[in-house]
């Protein structure tokens, strides 16, 4: 079975700074995908970004990137110039792209994300 | 925004009786699914659907029953609450092709007294 941990169960960064969120995956496959979540106090689940697996290049949205290390099987997101906005609970989550997947996601233990102004 | 509605939203019920969550799409997404959130545990997959009346076991399936009559309707029931069940439940769905992420309700907050 596949496992996403996520060894940070707190950070905090100043408006305007630049911060690094950790994950990493345990998987056999080969294909697959990795994503992050952000959800405000809301409770709302919002994808950030996606990363396909066979893609060697690092996925960027806007202020949000990622650095994805296949072989060391780890998934980081880099925010950039943070913002109060951006303060909220981060999951990183895994998928595999098989059919018989029937897209279910493996989830880590999630990243409360604190921004100071 | 993916139309995805979850009802009820917030829920306090007693030990023992049976609670049933409802989660309603219009995008005709042939997956459905069931998560739990825990501190500390992140999303964890109780049940899923790969179409209607096709349903399967998660990771933390115990205590729960799902169905699905209809393309757009997942139910997920609890047949005797317990409170170890206290938790946030959220409903997903995601499409069956292509490299597509999971939609997510808002959640419901479910309270085992």
């Known amino acids: 079975a596949q496992t996403v941990t996520q060894s940070q169960p707190e950070m905090s960064v100043q408006e305007a700074e630049t911060v690094t969120l950790s994950c990493t995956y345990d998987?056999?496959?080969?294909?697959?995908?990795l994503f992050w979540y952000k959800q405000p106090p809301s409770r709302q689940m919002i994808l950030v970004i996606r990363?396909?697996?066979?893609?060697?290049q690092n996925a960027t949205e806007n202020r949000f990137s990622v650095n994805f290390q296949k072989a060391a099987k780890s998934f980081s997101l880099k925010i950039s110039d943070s913002q109060l906005g951006d303060a909220a609970m981060y999951f990183c989550a895994y998928r595999d792209a098989g059919g018989t997947s029937y897209g279910k996601l493996t989830f880590g233990q999630g990243t409360i994300l604190t921004v100071h102004p | 925004d993916a139309g995805i509605t979850q009802s009820p939203r917030h829920k306090v019920t007693e030990t023992g009786t049976p609670v049933t969550l409802r989660c309603h799409q219009t995008e005709n997404h042939r997956y459905m699914y069931w998560y739990r959130q825990d501190p500390g545990h992140g999303l964890r997959l109780i049940h899923y659907?790969?179409?209607?009346?096709?349903?399967d076991k998660g990771e933390v399936s115990d205590g729960y029953s799902v169905s699905r009559s209809k393309t757009e309707d997942f139910l997920l029931t609890l047949e005797s609450a317990t409170s170890s069940q206290t938790s946030v439940y959220f409903c997903?769905?995601?499409?069956?092709?292509?490299?597509?992420?999971?939609?997510f309700g808002q959640g419901t907050r479910l309270t085992v007294v």
């Open positions: 997903a769905i995601s499409e069956s092709r292509g490299h597509t992420e999971a939609f």
């Open positions: 659907s790969y179409g209607v009346k096709d349903t």
């Open positions: 990363q396909e697996a066979y893609k060697q």
């Open positions: 998987t056999s496959e080969s294909d697959y995908y």
